[in-house]
């Protein structure tokens, strides 16, 4: 899997220009599925900001993008509708569109339902995530960013890189997310973390990782 780790979506020229690279064809000629099951987790949002995010109507580009089709993929109701119904859709998407919230939530319905072991086999998927859509692929996410009480009490997620990640640097709504705080918090950690602004995104092909940035950030190291 492929993947394009932002803190607000697809914000500037430099990071469109990195997800059609990874999507290797227009983005008119690409399949999305949106996943906005992070957004009910959260104690801040509610079901507008889901309707937000799966409609286009957001601060936070992703489904308004000019998709060939666009599809709500719900991972909470994955379960109860069986794999031989929705593995299908997901490898005969292009992109997984993965919205904002919680990212303990998330990771526990990627696991419940079974996306999170199908993962592996989507080798030419590109997963877009919208800050905690893109903590999810990380192996932790900080005490500071839990939320959701999870079943394992811990701040584990998914693991697909090697570094996590603290999103919305600076931003004016935000006023906690300050490159202090993100040191704090990262010392807490046992590996690598970047700290990103909304103007930045991480890319993730293979082993090669670069940050696509016309913003700030910072990657912080123990």
Known sequence: MKLLLTSAGIQNPSIHQALVDLLGKPIAEANALCIPTAGYGHPQTNPTHAWRFISGHDECPMTELGWKSVGVLELTALPSIGKDRWVPWVRNADVLLVNGGDAMYLCHW?????????????????????????????????????????????????????????????????????????????????????????????????????????????????
């Open 110 to 222: 990627m696991r419940e339902s079974g996306l999170a072991d199908l993962l592996a086999s989507l080798q030419e998927t590109v997963w877009v995530g919208l800050s905690a859509g893109s903590m999810v692929m990380t192996p932790r996410i900080g005490q500071d960013f839990v939320e959701w009480p999870s079943p394992t009490g811990r701040d584990e997620t998914l693991g697909l890189v090697d570094f996590s990640i603290f999103p919305h640097l600076d931003h004016p709504q935000l006023p906690d997310n300050t490159l202090a705080t993100a040191e704090r918090w990262a010392a807490e950690l046992q590996g690598p973390a970047y700290v990103i602004d909304d103007q930045t995104a991480i890319k993730v092909a293979g082993s090669v990782v670069e940050v696509v940035s016309e913003g700030r950030w910072k990657l912080l190291t123990p």
